[in-house]
């Protein structure tokens, strides 16, 4: 392509990504001075379209940034009234007594939201400050300044063709310059990849693991509906094919938000991490809640899982990684909204002092410091070895290990353990498919359990189809001569989507039902699917998500 002009416009910061973490930063921003000048930039149609999580919100990021948020208008309206964990089996279940939790299993004193809803409230908030909020602008490319440091985003491209030539209503975007670039694209963000590879920022930081979180809302018969209810399980279907579990939280509107979990580091190419969901729904305890019900909407998100010993350096020259995207989730809380709103209080803290002293573009190491010693870092490092005892030793050994690690660690501080490893990436855990058993699913019933492609309607998914694809193979040739046979081509399974198939011997990519969940670049075994952003406004639209 002929070299461009796009036209620029200049900031104090730049953020990209109208989350929890990007919103948090631009309030903050605000709060220490109104004259700052600050802009959000979403891909997703509107704010909250592409937000997905569980989610009960503990809301000790919201009392740091906005004290009064009760008396503005937050929409946490159902506090958790009940909190139940299980362990499943295939006819039954076992409760375990909340007494053998660890105090910080404890639901008490927080909030069943959607976080879209959440994040929709956050933007009206900052909006009211000043700050300049874009959706449908999708961040495709960074910009760097003359010393290699980022300094700004591309944004706002539209029109290509699908061989990305520039079409006849081709727009090429606009340059937004920041003294600050903050990143706060969720998990495996196309540009937090890019600056994680450039700055090396994962040097010194132990492999990333991540999980699939699908989720469905339910509206159910009002006999059988206990508003405030949280239950979590583990166990079945997964078994010992995979690590993971499942949660169901009562909200308001006899809504229930029906979900579930499959860790991605899962050796066996046949399983099929949707699948496992929708059987899950015919466990008679969850099958006996749903009856009678309808699904209303459905998504699915790749979820950070690594922890505290897998953040990478936060903070790169010209800019910091917020949120997920430096992977912040509490894995046993299953929480991590709360971690990236101090994320973004906390780069945005860092950025005013560097602005106010008159820097830019220089590494911004008190937030980095911040994140790892402050409030993120504590919470993240008495849970740090839950995940590798379960990735290691299986479900029974990290409730037993992991929980007394746990206590030790509420208790004491310390842990006996020290800091264990995780290994392997999610995508080298996957493990030729000569060594396991094709794995023999029940056909969905359309009741309880659902195909792919009619869930996928349910996420009221979007892409114009006249664009490039979104999702790049590195070698076209790979799939078939390296994943079909050596692994069965496991994007046909991972994918809760139905992008990837297998037709007539050809590997074929359906982007128009992508939901953006990343899975396919974490645990494609080859590491040849390479996810890029499609043009701003594409994607799921999630209501209330």
């Not at 740090?384 to 206590?407: E, H, T, Y």
Request: aromatic share 8%; hydrophobic share 35%; proline share 6%.
């Amino acid at each position: 392509m002929a070299e461009m002009t796009r036209e620029a416009m200049d900031y104090d910061v730049v953020i990209v990504g109208a989350g929890p973490a990007g919103l948090s930063a631009a309030i903050r921003l605000k709060q220490l001075d109104a004259d700052i000048n600050v802009v959000v930039l979403e891909k997703g149609s509107e704010v909250g379209a592409h937000i997905l999580s569980g989610a009960v919100l503990d809301p000790c990021g919201l009392d740091a940034l906005i004290p009064d948020w009760k008396a503005k208008g937050a929409p946490l309206n159902t506090p958790v009234t009940s909190d139940n964990f299980y362990m499943m089996g295939e006819a039954g279940q076992i409760r375990i007594p909340n007494i053998a939790m660890p105090p910080l299993m404890n639901n008490h004193g927080n909030y069943i939201v959607s976080m879209g809803n959440v994040c929709r409230w956050m933007a009206e908030q900052a909006e009211e400050m000043g700050v300049e909020i874009f959706p449908g602008m999708a961040c495709s490319e960074l910009v760097y300044g003359e010393n290699g440091e980022v300094s700004g985003v591309v944004a706002g491209e539209f029109g290509k063709n699908a061989d990305g030539t520039p079409g006849d209503s081709y727009e090429p975007g606009m340059v937004l310059n920041g003294k600050y670039v903050f990143l706060s694209e969720g998990v495996r963000g196309s540009l937090s990849k890019e600056v994680i590879a450039k700055f090396d920022l994962a040097k010194d930081s132990q492999p990333q693991k991540y999980g699939l979180g699908m989720k469905e809302i339910w509206e159910i018969d009002p006999a059988k509906h206990r508003i405030g209810t949280v239950t979590h399980t583990m166990g079945w279907p997964l078994g010992g094919n995979a690590g993971g579990g499942s949660f169901i939280y009562h909200l308001e509107n006899n809504q229930v938000y029906v979900g579930f979990v499959v860790h991605l580091n899962y050796k066996n190419p046949y399983l099929f991490p949707y699948m496992e969901f929708q059987r899950f729904k015919h466990h008679p305890m969850v099958a006996e809640l749903l009856k009678g019900g309808k699904r209303v909407a459905y998504g699915a998100r790749a979820i950070t899982e690594g922890g505290y010993q897998s953040i990478p350096k936060t903070a790169f020259p010209g800019g910091a990684l917020l949120g997920c995207s430096a992977g912040m989730v509490n894995v046993p809380r299953i929480k991590g909204n709360h971690n990236a709103m101090l994320s973004g209080k906390a780069a945005a803290e860092a950025a005013f002092t560097a602005i106010t002293d008159g820097r830019s573009g220089d590494t911004l190491d008190d937030y980095d410091s911040e994140v790892h010693a402050g409030p993120i870092g504590k919470d993240l490092k008495q849970v740090r070895n839950v995940k590798p005892l379960w990735s290691k030793f299986g479900l029974i050994a990290s409730l037993a290990v992991g929980g007394f690690d746990m206590w030790t660690n509420n208790l004491f501080g310390f842990s006996l353990l020290g800091t264990l490893k995780h290994g392997k990436n999610d995508a080298d855990a996957t493990e030729e498919a000569s060594k396991h058993k094709v794995i023999d699913y029940p056909k969905p019933d359309g009741k309880l359990s659902f195909d792919r492609l009619t869930n996928v309607s349910f996420s009221m998914t979007n892409h114009e189809e006249s664009q490039p694809a979104h999702l790049h193979l590195k070698d076209p040739s790979i799939p078939m001569s390296v994943n079909m046979p050596k692994y069965a081509e496991p994007a046909q399974r991972y994918c809760p989507a139905g992008v990837y198939e297998v037709v007539d011997d050809k590997f074929v990519i359906n982007f128009q039902n992508c939901v953006h969940c990343k899975t396919c670049d974490i645990k494609d075994p080859s590491q040849n699917i390479n996810w890029t952003v499609p043009q701003g406004g594409d994607g799921p639209n999630y209501p209330n998500m």
